[in-house]
């Protein structure tokens, strides 16, 4: 499954054709596209969300288009955009209070009924209790955030303009990642961590694999 500007496609493993799955009237920009625990694909578009739950892809009428991100977790699917961050629960949309820039680039689960979600204009951590916001020196290297996820210990690695931020569940600053520590390029783009702890990150002009207890 890919997310394009001209629509969401799919490819099946023994086939080199993508084949355009939302068509019609309905094409156009997607943003992003996962799969949930239950193996429903999810699609994040400029005139809403789409996924297959039903057993062919259909449009899930719900939140206030465009949705720039979706994202699985245990409570449900989050639905995010300038509009708003909506949850799909027990089969219906609840609309979250949470107040998010519009300028969304990455979301993550806190795996605690709470998100973290990278923008333009820094790092916020909402859950139905608060909303926190990082985005001061001490905070992260920079405030332009574009990915981000967990290592093996539990640490959340934020990425962006200038490198990498490592904090602690107790929001504190563990370390950092920059190109003297073997980040190939400043600009990082995409964090990840593989299901053998390592953590890949790209940049604007390359990739960086990072194994635990190495320096790259």
């Known amino acids: ?26 094409q156009g920009p997607t943003y992003d ?15 809403g969300v789409y996924s297959n739950r039903s057993g062919k892809i259909e449009k899930v009428n719900g939140p206030t288009p465009p949705i ?9 699917v ?41 923008t333009d ?6 859950n139905d209790a608060r909303t926190q916001v990082f985005q ?22 934020v990425g962006g303009l200038g490198g990498i931020t490592i904090r602690d569940a107790q929001d504190n600053v563990v370390g950092k990642k920059e190109p003297k520590d073997g980040l190939v390029n400043s600009n990082v783009q995409v964090v990840r961590k593989a299901p053998d702890g390592r953590m890949w990150v790209g940049t604007e002009y390359g990739i960086t694999r990072f194994s635990p207890g190495e320096a790259a």
């Open 33 to 47: 596209v996962t799969v949930d625990n239950n193996g429903k694909v999810w699609i994040s578009a400029w005139n």
């Open 68 to 76: 720039a991100k979706i994202v699985p977790t245990k409570e449900g």
């Open 1 to 26: 499954w890919i997310a394009t500007k001209n629509g969401v496609y799919q490819k099946d493993s023994d086939s080199r054709e993508w084949v355009s799955m939302v068509n019609g009237k309905d």
């Open 136 to 157: 001061k020196n001490e905070d992260l290297i920079s405030a332009y955030v574009q990915g981000m996820d967990f290592d093996e210990q539990g640490n959340l690695w």
């Open 121 to 126: 204009v820094g790092l916020f951590h909402y």
């Open 78 to 118: 989050y639905a995010l955009g300038p509009n708003g961050v909506w949850l799909f629960t027990n089969e219906s949309w609840v609309k979250k209070d949470f107040k998010v820039p519009g300028s969304i680039r990455t979301v993550l689960s806190d795996k605690a009924n709470g998100l973290w979600i990278g």
